[in-house]
Protein backbone atom coordinates (compact mmCIF):
# COMPACT_ATOMS: atom_id res chain seq x y z
CA UNK A 1 0.00 0.00 0.00
CA UNK A 2 1.03 3.37 -0.71
CA UNK A 3 1.44 5.72 2.10
CA UNK A 4 -1.62 7.89 0.96
CA UNK A 5 -3.52 4.56 0.99
CA UNK A 6 -2.30 3.70 4.62
CA UNK A 7 -3.32 7.01 5.27
CA UNK A 8 -6.71 6.81 4.24
CA UNK A 9 -7.15 3.66 6.00
CA UNK A 10 -6.46 5.31 8.93
CA UNK A 11 -8.45 8.25 8.70
CA UNK A 12 -11.53 5.99 7.36
CA UNK A 13 -10.98 3.98 11.35
CA UNK A 14 -10.99 7.09 13.08
CA UNK A 15 -14.25 8.34 11.38
CA UNK A 16 -15.31 5.01 11.92
CA UNK A 17 -15.04 4.92 15.35
CA UNK A 18 -16.04 8.23 16.21
CA UNK A 19 -19.24 7.36 14.41
CA UNK A 20 -19.80 4.25 16.80
CA UNK A 21 -18.84 6.49 20.05
CA UNK A 22 -21.87 8.59 19.30
CA UNK A 23 -24.11 5.99 17.55
CA UNK A 24 -24.15 7.52 14.26
CA UNK A 25 -23.75 5.73 10.63
CA UNK A 26 -20.28 6.20 9.69
CA UNK A 27 -21.30 6.17 5.72
CA UNK A 28 -22.98 9.72 6.49
CA UNK A 29 -19.71 11.38 7.27
CA UNK A 30 -18.39 12.50 3.77
CA UNK A 31 -14.23 12.58 4.05
CA UNK A 32 -13.24 15.98 2.00
CA UNK A 33 -9.35 14.98 1.26
CA UNK A 34 -8.13 18.70 1.33
CA UNK A 35 -5.46 18.84 -1.52
CA UNK A 36 -4.08 22.51 -1.09
CA UNK A 37 -0.23 22.61 -1.83
CA UNK A 38 -0.06 19.00 -2.47
CA UNK A 39 0.20 17.88 -6.84
CA UNK A 40 -2.00 16.47 -9.02
CA UNK A 41 -0.52 13.07 -8.25
CA UNK A 42 -1.37 12.61 -5.07
CA UNK A 43 -4.67 13.50 -5.92
CA UNK A 44 -4.80 10.34 -8.32
CA UNK A 45 -3.31 8.33 -5.67
CA UNK A 46 -6.31 9.19 -2.95
CA UNK A 47 -8.41 8.48 -5.61
CA UNK A 48 -7.15 5.22 -6.97
CA UNK A 49 -7.63 4.40 -3.12
CA UNK A 50 -11.04 5.31 -3.25
CA UNK A 51 -11.88 9.32 -2.43
CA UNK A 52 -13.87 11.57 -4.72
CA UNK A 53 -14.48 14.38 -2.93
CA UNK A 54 -11.36 17.27 -2.85
CA UNK A 55 -11.17 20.45 -1.13
CA UNK A 56 -8.75 23.34 -2.34
CA UNK A 57 -8.23 26.43 -1.10
CA UNK A 58 -6.23 29.01 -3.72
CA UNK A 59 -8.35 28.80 -7.05
CA UNK A 60 -4.85 29.09 -9.71
CA UNK A 61 -3.60 26.04 -7.87
CA UNK A 62 -7.10 24.09 -8.16
CA UNK A 63 -7.44 24.83 -11.56
CA UNK A 64 -3.83 23.84 -12.82
CA UNK A 65 -5.06 20.51 -10.93
CA UNK A 66 -8.08 20.09 -12.33
CA UNK A 67 -7.08 20.10 -15.62
CA UNK A 68 -4.09 17.59 -14.94
CA UNK A 69 -7.16 15.38 -13.26
CA UNK A 70 -10.10 15.70 -16.02
CA UNK A 71 -9.57 12.04 -16.91
CA UNK A 72 -10.85 11.29 -12.86
CA UNK A 73 -14.50 12.00 -12.07
CA UNK A 74 -13.61 13.71 -9.58
CA UNK A 75 -16.13 16.10 -6.92
CA UNK A 76 -14.47 19.72 -6.48
CA UNK A 77 -14.91 21.85 -3.39
CA UNK A 78 -13.47 25.27 -2.66
CA UNK A 79 -13.07 25.64 0.80
CA UNK A 80 -11.03 28.91 1.17
CA UNK A 81 -11.47 32.53 1.37
CA UNK A 82 -13.56 33.95 -1.79
CA UNK A 83 -12.68 37.26 -3.31
CA UNK A 84 -14.81 38.75 -5.81
CA UNK A 85 -13.06 38.32 -8.85
CA UNK A 86 -12.55 34.71 -8.28
CA UNK A 87 -16.59 33.83 -8.13
CA UNK A 88 -16.90 33.33 -11.86
CA UNK A 89 -14.11 30.41 -12.11
CA UNK A 90 -15.37 28.67 -8.87
CA UNK A 91 -18.37 29.02 -10.50
CA UNK A 92 -18.01 27.20 -13.19
CA UNK A 93 -15.54 24.84 -12.09
CA UNK A 94 -16.56 23.41 -8.47
CA UNK A 95 -19.75 21.02 -7.43
CA UNK A 96 -18.97 22.65 -3.54
CA UNK A 97 -18.21 25.63 -1.98
CA UNK A 98 -18.06 25.78 1.55
CA UNK A 99 -16.48 29.34 2.03
CA UNK A 100 -19.30 31.38 1.41
CA UNK A 101 -19.65 34.44 4.40
CA UNK A 102 -21.30 37.34 2.97
CA UNK A 103 -24.20 38.04 0.23
CA UNK A 104 -22.48 39.77 -2.22
CA UNK A 105 -20.68 36.16 -2.72
CA UNK A 106 -23.36 34.16 -2.81
CA UNK A 107 -24.84 36.47 -5.36
CA UNK A 108 -22.48 36.29 -8.02
CA UNK A 109 -21.81 32.72 -7.74
CA UNK A 110 -25.39 32.37 -8.18
CA UNK A 111 -25.12 34.98 -11.67
CA UNK A 112 -21.94 33.39 -12.93
CA UNK A 113 -23.28 29.51 -12.17
CA UNK A 114 -22.92 27.74 -15.81
CA UNK A 115 -26.29 27.43 -16.75
CA UNK A 116 -26.02 23.79 -18.10
CA UNK A 117 -24.61 22.75 -14.51
CA UNK A 118 -26.46 21.92 -11.69
CA UNK A 119 -26.96 24.39 -8.81
CA UNK A 120 -23.71 25.35 -7.34
CA UNK A 121 -23.99 23.24 -3.49
CA UNK A 122 -23.39 26.03 -0.77
CA UNK A 123 -21.88 25.89 2.87
CA UNK A 124 -22.34 29.17 5.13
CA UNK A 125 -19.36 29.64 7.16
CA UNK A 126 -19.54 30.92 10.11
CA UNK A 127 -17.01 32.30 12.73
CA UNK A 128 -18.35 30.21 15.97
CA UNK A 129 -15.51 31.30 17.91
CA UNK A 130 -15.55 35.27 17.54
CA UNK A 131 -12.38 36.21 16.58
CA UNK A 132 -12.35 39.41 14.79
CA UNK A 133 -9.68 38.30 12.36
CA UNK A 134 -11.27 34.89 10.98
CA UNK A 135 -13.59 34.45 8.11
CA UNK A 136 -17.34 33.69 8.20
CA UNK A 137 -20.42 35.45 9.22
CA UNK A 138 -21.25 36.17 12.65
CA UNK A 139 -24.00 33.86 14.22
CA UNK A 140 -26.25 37.28 14.21
CA UNK A 141 -25.60 37.56 10.64
CA UNK A 142 -26.39 33.99 9.80
CA UNK A 143 -30.18 33.59 9.79
CA UNK A 144 -30.56 36.64 6.90
CA UNK A 145 -27.87 35.16 4.84
CA UNK A 146 -28.81 32.41 4.64
CA UNK A 147 -32.34 33.34 4.05
CA UNK A 148 -31.02 35.74 1.26
CA UNK A 149 -29.38 32.55 -0.20
CA UNK A 150 -31.92 30.36 -0.49
CA UNK A 151 -33.40 32.93 -2.98
CA UNK A 152 -30.29 32.43 -5.10
CA UNK A 153 -31.68 30.46 -7.86
CA UNK A 154 -28.58 28.92 -9.09
CA UNK A 155 -27.28 28.58 -5.58
CA UNK A 156 -28.35 24.99 -3.45
CA UNK A 157 -27.79 26.07 0.34
CA UNK A 158 -26.81 23.13 2.00
CA UNK A 159 -25.47 23.47 5.18
CA UNK A 160 -23.00 25.31 7.35
CA UNK A 161 -19.20 24.82 7.75
CA UNK A 162 -16.67 26.49 10.56
CA UNK A 163 -12.86 26.54 11.05
CA UNK A 164 -12.82 27.29 15.11
CA UNK A 165 -9.86 28.45 16.44
CA UNK A 166 -7.37 25.41 17.05
CA UNK A 167 -7.44 23.88 20.38
CA UNK A 168 -6.57 20.97 21.90
CA UNK A 169 -8.80 20.87 24.35
CA UNK A 170 -11.42 18.33 23.84
CA UNK A 171 -14.08 20.20 26.14
CA UNK A 172 -13.59 23.95 23.71
CA UNK A 173 -13.52 21.39 20.53
CA UNK A 174 -17.02 20.09 21.28
CA UNK A 175 -18.06 23.48 22.28
CA UNK A 176 -17.82 25.30 18.96
CA UNK A 177 -18.68 22.19 16.76
CA UNK A 178 -22.11 22.24 18.98
CA UNK A 179 -22.52 25.59 18.53
CA UNK A 180 -22.63 25.33 14.34
CA UNK A 181 -25.08 22.67 14.66
CA UNK A 182 -27.38 24.45 17.15
CA UNK A 183 -27.28 27.22 14.88
CA UNK A 184 -27.59 25.10 11.60
CA UNK A 185 -30.61 23.37 13.50
CA UNK A 186 -32.13 26.74 14.55
CA UNK A 187 -32.14 28.01 11.04
CA UNK A 188 -34.99 25.71 10.57
CA UNK A 189 -34.21 25.39 6.71
CA UNK A 190 -34.00 21.78 6.63
CA UNK A 191 -29.97 21.69 5.60
CA UNK A 192 -28.09 18.31 5.65
CA UNK A 193 -25.11 19.35 5.85
CA UNK A 194 -22.19 20.47 8.39
CA UNK A 195 -18.73 20.64 7.30
CA UNK A 196 -16.45 20.67 10.57
CA UNK A 197 -13.40 18.86 11.81
CA UNK A 198 -10.09 18.43 10.31
CA UNK A 199 -7.45 16.43 11.29
CA UNK A 200 -6.63 17.26 14.61
CA UNK A 201 -10.30 17.46 15.73
CA UNK A 202 -12.26 15.34 13.47
CA UNK A 203 -13.45 13.13 16.32
CA UNK A 204 -15.21 16.17 18.64
CA UNK A 205 -16.80 17.02 15.08
CA UNK A 206 -18.35 14.01 14.34
CA UNK A 207 -19.64 13.75 17.94
CA UNK A 208 -21.15 16.51 17.51
CA UNK A 209 -22.94 15.81 13.89
CA UNK A 210 -20.48 16.52 11.18
CA UNK A 211 -21.40 15.09 7.63
CA UNK A 212 -18.32 16.34 6.02
CA UNK A 213 -14.79 16.45 7.68
CA UNK A 214 -11.85 18.47 5.50
CA UNK A 215 -8.47 16.26 6.26
CA UNK A 216 -5.53 17.60 4.89
CA UNK A 217 -2.16 16.53 7.29
CA UNK A 218 -4.11 13.34 8.24
CA UNK A 219 -3.57 11.81 4.67
CA UNK A 220 -0.99 13.51 2.61
CA UNK A 221 1.27 15.05 5.27
CA UNK A 222 2.41 18.47 6.23
CA UNK A 223 2.04 21.18 4.08
CA UNK A 224 4.97 23.24 2.49
CA UNK A 225 3.76 26.79 1.69
CA UNK A 226 6.69 27.96 -0.49
CA UNK A 227 5.67 27.52 -3.88
CA UNK A 228 1.74 28.08 -2.91
CA UNK A 229 -0.09 31.32 -5.38
CA UNK A 230 -3.59 32.04 -5.15
C1 LIG B 1 -6.20 23.31 5.17
C2 LIG B 1 -7.62 23.18 5.55
C3 LIG B 1 -8.13 21.99 6.09
C4 LIG B 1 -7.28 20.76 6.38
O1 LIG B 1 -6.60 20.93 7.57
P1 LIG B 1 -5.70 19.75 8.20
O2 LIG B 1 -5.43 20.22 9.57
O3 LIG B 1 -4.47 19.66 7.35
O4 LIG B 1 -6.50 18.51 8.14
C5 LIG B 1 -9.48 21.93 6.36
N1 LIG B 1 -10.29 22.98 6.14
C6 LIG B 1 -9.85 24.13 5.62
C7 LIG B 1 -10.80 25.24 5.39
C8 LIG B 1 -8.50 24.27 5.33
O5 LIG B 1 -8.07 25.45 4.85
Redesign the pocket.
Known amino acids: MSTIAENIAKVRARIREAAQASQRDWTAIGLLA ?1 S ?1 TKPAKAVREAHVAGLRDF ?1 E ?1 YLQEALGKQQELADLDLIWHF ?2 PIQSNKTKQIAEHFDWV ?2 VDRLKIAQRLSEQRPAHLPPLNICLQVNVSGEASKSGCTADELPALAQAVTQLPQLRLRGL ?1 T ?1 PEPTDDAHEQHRAFARLRELRDNLNLGLDSLSMG ?3 DLEAAIAEGATWV ?6 FGA ?1 DYGQTQN
Open positions: VKGNIGHSMIMSHRIGTALR
